[in-house]
């Protein structure tokens, strides 16, 4: 092992979507020397800028971690996949785009549990502060408008979206203005992370422009293996670089974990950090007891209803080989054209629980077959149109836990979800389910629906709607909660995000969160670096 001499005063470990804010706000103030870590390689594959193509990431695992979980024992047994971006920009460079901060009463419901820095009032100027709004809205003071994260309105066109909109209001769901302002209730059309037609990550929006400030060190491919200890000090990490050498970094001030839900947690017990018995099961020494680390885990789970659609759409012409080819290429340079979006440009956030202040189930709209390819006469037939609809839980009760199987950093982590696990759990699911398809079998989507082939129309019972959610339900991609904030002596980082029991060590990204919120997490995520940021500085 060698120890490098060069110390630093802050250590950020992972580039990832909390990574990228926090290098960016610590340097600012040039006395602070920061290093920041990333497992994977830069994020120079051009099918990460290229909107159309993010799905590609979750089919074919590229830049990934690797991450299934245990077979889920209320979802048929099944192993579902845990996507992880393993690459600059962590998920943020392969995640879906879509931007939701949730509800003002989830950040209440944080606040009423003792986190009084983290009510709606206190986050709401540091969702301000990220991002740069750019699109219609009657809540303009509660957008931000000159921050590095741009947003915008999905621009992609289809008379379906139209013929969904009037479908919710016949409905009575109503259409939500601006679901990231005043009222979030509705459907309404998406709102991206997406710039000039290109994918505008955490990397993109906070990294990139602040990389030649002399006190930003990056290392690319430099994987953390533990965090080095002084008693009960956080003084560094080990890193093994690509030729598996180890070294030593320090950090004078603090280490800052920023690895994501599932490896921040596995990062802390390889360290000593975690619940002694596993620790001291794999032959790790305990420097901190902490039983929480690992658990608490929480995502979002979902079940659809597909349609044939009765006349082809815009979007099944433009897949057609050669024409699909040129938009890609388009997408890339120039950010124009088909690929510049992605045929999903609705998202809906309704309630099955009445009396409940936060939106228990979203609907997210694909107005595309996701099996959909490229295709080209006489060569490969085109595929068959269809659309369809998502319905997520958004507040789950079940909990997983991530969990230790070696004392080997290489080896991935256990994961169970735990999907489902609750009567209440399943119950709003398959409310939400009826929610998707009453919503999609209104007359105003008669001229564009044929018949629903997923589930089919013979699934029609409780218990077989049930059995289609257990064979199909997907993740959202939203896992969170594994070293929960709490203001309880049992939760694992404190309000200012610190790790308890120990010196000089923060967890910051989305597995502080304390429970799940209502909605896409990676703009909550952005807000709690920010957030983060701000308590370092103060610090200081
Ligand atoms: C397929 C997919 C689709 C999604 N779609 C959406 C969406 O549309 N909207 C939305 O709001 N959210 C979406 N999400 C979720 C959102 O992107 C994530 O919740 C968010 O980006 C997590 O940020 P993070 O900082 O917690 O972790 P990450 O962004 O995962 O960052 C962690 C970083 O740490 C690095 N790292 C981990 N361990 C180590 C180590 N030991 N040493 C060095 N580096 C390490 C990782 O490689 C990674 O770069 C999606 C996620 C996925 C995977």
Redesign the pocket.
């Known amino acids: 092992m060698i120890s490098n001499s060069k110390n630093y005063d802050y250590i950020i470990?992972?580039?990832?979507?909390?990574?990228c804010v926090l290098a960016n706000r610590l340097t600012e103030n040039p006395e602070n020397r920061v290093l920041l870590?990333?497992?994977?390689p830069a994020d120079r594959n051009p099918m990460i800028k290229i909107p159309l193509l993010?799905m590609q990431?979750?089919k074919h695992k590229y830049h990934d971690?690797g991450y299934e979980t245990q077979p889920e024992p209320h979802m048929d047994n099944r192993e579902i996949e845990c996507?992880?971006?393993?690459?600059?920009?962590?998920?943020?460079s392969?995640?879906?785009?879509?931007?939701?901060r949730g509800n003002r009463y989830d950040y209440e419901r944080w606040k009423k549990a003792g986190l009084e820095q983290w009510g709606y009032d206190e986050v709401l100027p540091y969702f301000k502060k990220i991002e740069s709004w750019d699109g219609e809205t009657n809540s303009n003071d509660l957008r931000g408008h000159s921050g590095p994260f741009k947003v915008r309105p999905s621009t992609y066109q289809d008379p379906l979206y139209d013929a969904y909109l009037a479908a919710a209001s016949q409905m009575g769901m109503g259409i939500a203005e601006d679901y990231n302002g005043e009222d979030q209730i509705g459907v309404a059309r998406s709102q991206q992370n997406i710039f000039k037609g290109r994918r505008f990550s955490?990397a993109d929006a906070f990294l990139k422009p602040v990389l030649g400030r002399p006190n930003l060190t990056l290392k690319l491919k430099?994987?953390?293996?533990r965090l080095i200890f002084d008693g009960s000090t956080a003084t560094g990490v080990e890193?093994a670089g690509t030729n598996g050498q180890l070294n030593v970094v320090t950090a004078e001030r603090e280490v800052i974990i920023?690895?994501?839900?599932i490896?921040s947690p596995?990062?802390l017990m390889l360290s000593g950090v975690g619940p002694a018995d596993q620790l001291k099961q794999q032959g790790i020494k305990v420097v901190q007891d902490a039983s929480e680390v690992g658990q608490n885990l929480q995502d979002h789970i979902s079940a659809s209803v597909g349609y044939r659609r009765k006349k082809p759409g815009p979007f099944l012409a433009k897949t057609r080989f050669d024409r699909l080819t040129v938009d890609l290429v388009r997408a890339y340079f120039f950010g124009t054209g088909v690929a510049a979006d992605f045929p999903g440009g609705l998202n809906g956030f309704t309630k099955v629980d009445a009396s409940s202040d936060v939106p228990d189930t979203q609907l997210l709209f694909n107005g595309a077959p996701a099996d959909s390819y490229p295709w080209f006469p006489i060569v490969k037939p085109a595929w068959q149109d269809g659309f369809g609809c998502r319905a997520v839980l958004l507040h789950p009760e079940s909990r997983g836990s991530v969990e230790l199987v070696s004392n080997n950093?290489r080896k991935l982590m256990k994961l169970r979800q735990n999907f489902l696990a609750t009567e209440r759990d399943r119950y709003t699911l398959r409310e939400g389910f009826k929610i998707c398809r009453e919503l999609s079998e209104q007359s105003a989507l008669d001229k564009f629906r044929s018949d629903e082939f997923l589930p089919g129309v013979k699934v029609r019972t409780d218990d077989e709607i049930d059995a289609h959610i257990r064979a199909t339900g997907i993740s959202?991609?939203?896992?969170?909660g594994t070293c929960r904030m709490g203001s309880d002596e049992q939760s694992v980082v404190d309000h200012q995000l610190k790790v308890r029991g120990v010196n000089n060590l923060r967890v910051v990204?989305?597995?502080v969160m304390p429970d799940i919120i209502s909605?896409?997490?990676?703009?909550p995520?952005l807000m709690i670096?920010e957030r983060a940021a701000e308590f370092i500085h103060q610090a200081r």
Do not use: Y
């Not at 870590?37 to 994977?40: K, L, N, P, T, V």
């Open positions: 470990v992972g580039a990832g979507s909390a990574g870590i990333e497992a994977g993010w990431f979750v971690w996507v992880r971006g393993k690459v600059l920009g962590g998920c943020s392969i995640n879906a785009m879509t931007v939701v955490a430099q994987f953390v293996t890193l920023s690895s994501g839900a490896n596995h990062l950093p959202v991609h939203h896992p969170c990204d989305a597995s909605g896409n997490i990676h703009a995520v670096a």
